[in-house]
């Protein structure tokens, strides 16, 4: 079945302390992105990746950072999450044949107390 | 710099009523437009998508035309089920900027009660 799965589904932490949000797909698509979804707010991207070894910033990516070391996953770090990245995360993968059409995982909520 | 505006909700239906979701858009160049669907607990699934103008995307029973007159997008069903209960995201492709490639709007939610 394809999909994309995100580990783990729910987490509660406290600020300072460094995770790690997988991130894996088994459509051997090129693309993959990080989305945080808060009310009212909507989606924003955090970071996207367009391949092996080649990331970029989106529209909110202070305070975290991302690795794609291997084309399937696409982790997550916050290395010193704060209470306002508090939020729910989406991992998202495409085919470069069908860019805009995204593959979302379940979702992650995070907590930072 | 490009952008998509959907209508706020909650959107409240019976069973069966009529459903338009608007969505508006601002863009440069020719977007494609998308309708993204969130179920409770769930992530994102691609809904309908139009590439250009005049094309009408439909799945499920939903339709929405893209209207490069009226830089709309809106979401149409003749007859919601409970089912449907569920968050609608708009969004447009973003080719030009810088990397993100889809702009959503900020969801819809809508509730079907029977």
């Known amino acids: 079945e394809a999909q994309v799965t995100q580990n783990p589904r729910y987490l509660i932490t406290v600020t300072g302390k460094k995770l790690t949000v997988t991130c894996s797909q088994n459509?051997?698509?090129?693309?993959m992105s990080w989305y945080r979804q808060d009310p009212g707010l909507g989606l924003r991207q955090i970071y996207y990746s367009m391949n092996v070894e080649v990331t970029d910033k989106g529209d909110v990516p202070e305070g975290y950072k991302v690795s794609r070391k291997e084309k399937r996953n696409f982790p997550l770090i916050l290395e010193s999450p704060s209470p306002n990245q508090t939020s729910l995360y989406f991992c998202?993968?495409?085919?470069?044949?069908?860019?805009?059409?995204?593959?979302f995982g379940p979702g992650t909520r995070l907590t930072v107390t | 710099g490009n952008s998509v505006t959907q209508m706020e909700g909650p959107v409240t239906l019976s069973e069966e009523a009529f459903l338009t979701i608007n969505c508006t858009y601002t863009?440069?160049?020719?977007?494609?437009l998308f309708w993204y669907v969130q179920y409770p607990g769930e992530g994102l699934q691609l809904l309908l998508k139009?590439?250009?103008?005049?094309d009408k995307g439909s799945n499920k029973g939903f339709e929405a035309t893209y209207r490069k007159e009226t830089t709309s997008f809106h979401l149409e069903k003749g007859s919601v089920q409970v089912s449907d209960s569920a968050v609608y995201f708009c969004?447009?492709?973003?080719?030009?900027?810088?990397?993100?490639?889809?702009?959503f709007g900020k969801g819809t939610t809508l509730s079907v009660s029977s």
């Open positions: 969004a447009l492709s973003d080719p030009g900027g810088a990397g993100t490639a889809l702009i």
């Open positions: 998202a993968s495409s085919s470069g044949r069908a860019f805009y059409e995204q593959y």
């Open positions: 139009a590439t250009k103008a005049d």
């Open positions: 863009a440069t160049g020719y977007p494609s």
């Open positions: 459509m051997n698509h090129e693309y």
